[in-house]
Structures are given as structure tokens and as C-alpha cells.
């Protein structure tokens, strides 16, 4: 009998969370592997479930120190069942792009949650599309994220696909894993830029200093590849705007990997943009500085256009929108203060 079948007898545990390591995977302590696969848990909270008795390797509790090898089973086990989030249909505005049969093409305003979850149980993208598609059967299942094949931050603006079946839902998810999908932003960023075209490479992962960021890992030995490519469109000496395209999808990508470079988004406050970085100490630019950052309370970023392939038909899609106008503004603002400087 394994432990954790005589721990089962005294007292029925809950699986929370389930993972099998890769054939390739790396000898590493278990703790750091744990605390990069489960989002907003802290190393302490992951040795703490373990003291406990909660993590099991092969049916067998380990300690902090375990060093997880390939094709390892890992379960986290507690006394209470996970939470199951009721997905509640609501009446909120979609500004809809475009719809069918089998998908549905939204642009997603500031602040607005893509999903439910942690802290964010109602008033989110998914809420509305559960009241909105209501009578689709995809969104009558229990599922958290029916028709999601992607997202984009709370306080990202733009493009986004949602699949109405499972089977768009198959087809839409195989080509963002294969990254055929085409995804370009637009970012206000800070400082000048000496190449007007560029990529950046490097591993994200969870911050091991910050759980609520990402942090890029160049040499590879966490987080998962991720390639980012840019193009300067202006270049306002303090500030730039660049178009970003993913090569892959990884969560804050563009946010983390320019940071990484030293040109973190403006106003970006988990990623150091939200002080003034760049230009001089006069008291007349910090005033303007941070009237921009009144009138674009957020991080500069947008889902400009997205394109793929129709799950159905085969059709190559392709859509665009507007920037928002907290970001056209703030543009404008800069344009105007470099012309009159």
C-alpha cells in the first residue's frame, strides 16, 4: 500500500494540481519546479505543502530537497476539494468585430478580465460571452475558459478569437501552438532605440523575486522559449512606438521582454515603466510626463490584428482595429511635445 493510500484511509485528500515531467526534463528540486508550474504560489508556500505532507512524487511524499526527474508523476493532495468556479452569464457590452457560425472576434477594452479566476470571479470577457452565447453548447458545459485559444492582459487592449465549437476550439489552439497565427501590437515604449528592427530571445518564466511577474531567463535553463520581433514606427528621443510581432505566446511576453532590453512599456507599473526613465529633471517635462500617465492610466499595449485560418472553411482571416484612444492621445501628446521642444 502507498502513502498515499494509507493517508487516504484516515482522511479523503483532493487532487489540487497534477504534473508529468518530460522525457527531457532537467534534475531539479522539486520546490523550484512546483513554484514555476503553479501561478501566484510562492517557494515558502510550496515547502510548506510539502512539510505537510500535501506533494507526492509517484504516490510517495518527498521533501523540499527532491530533485524531479523525467516522466515523474506529481500530485498535490489537500483536505478540501478544489474550488469549482460557476460560471455566471452576464450582461455586459462586447465591442464584437465579427461573427459566425464558429468564431467570434471581439476587441477587448482596458481592464476588463480575459477569465475568471483568482480574484476576478465575475464581470470578465468570458462572463459576457457566457450571456452572449448562452445558447451555444460550448458555453453550456463546465468549463472556466470555454472557447478560449489565447489571451491578453486586464489591462491590454485588443484583438481577440473565440471559438463557438470544440471543434474550432481544436482547430484555433493547433495553430497557436504551431505559431502560425499572425499577432501584431503596438507599444509606447520607453527610450530610443539604435536598430530600427530587432528580436529579442531569452526564456520566460515566473519571477523567482515577484510571483505577480515574468522574468526572462536568457541562458534557458527555466521558463519556456519565447521570441519576440520589433519595429520601431517613431522614435520620440524619451519614448518610442514599436510594433511587436509573437513568434510564440508566452504570458506577459512583450511586456517582459522589453523590459529585459531596457525599454519597459510605458506606464507598465509590474514592469518598471511607470517612472519617468528617460528626458531630463525639469520640472515642466515631469508635469508632462505624468499628465500622460493620467490620460493612459495603464500599460501602453494593444492587440493590434490578428490573422489565421478559418477552422472551417480554410479562409485566411485577417482583422485590424484602432488604436484605443487613452493610447492615440498620449501619442499625440508626445508627437506635439517633441515638434515644440
Known sequence: MSEKEEVSENQELFEHYRFVCDPGQKLLRIDVFLTHKIEAASRNRIQSSISAGNVFVNDKKIKSNYKVKPK????ILMSEPPRELELIPEDIPLNIVFEDDDIIIVN??????????HGNYTGTLVNALAYHLKDTPLFQEKDE??????????????IMVIAKTEEA????????FDHSIERKYIALVWGGFKED????????GRSLKDRLKMSVFPDGDFGKRAITHYNVLEDFSYVSLVECQLETGRTHQIRAHMEFINHPLFNDERYGGNKILRGT??????????????????????????GFTHPRTGEYMFFDSELPEDMKTTIERWHDYISNR
Open 72 to 75: 515523474d508523476v506529481i500530485t
Open 108 to 117: 477587448k477594452e482596458a481592464g476588463m478580465v480575459v477569465h475568471p479566476g
Open 145 to 158: 475558459r470555454p472557447g478560449l485559444v489565447h489571451r491578453i492582459d486586464k489591462n491590454t487592449t485588443g
Open 169 to 176: 476550439k481544436n482547430k484555433l489552439a493547433k495553430q497557436f
Open 197 to 204: 528592427k530587432g528580436t529579442v530571445k531569452g526564456n520566460i
Open 281 to 306: 529633471t525639469f520640472t515642466k517635462y515631469k508635469q508632462f510626463v505624468n499628465n500622460c500617465f493620467k490620460i493612459l492610466p495603464r500599460h501602453a499595449l494593444h492587440a493590434k490584428s490578428l
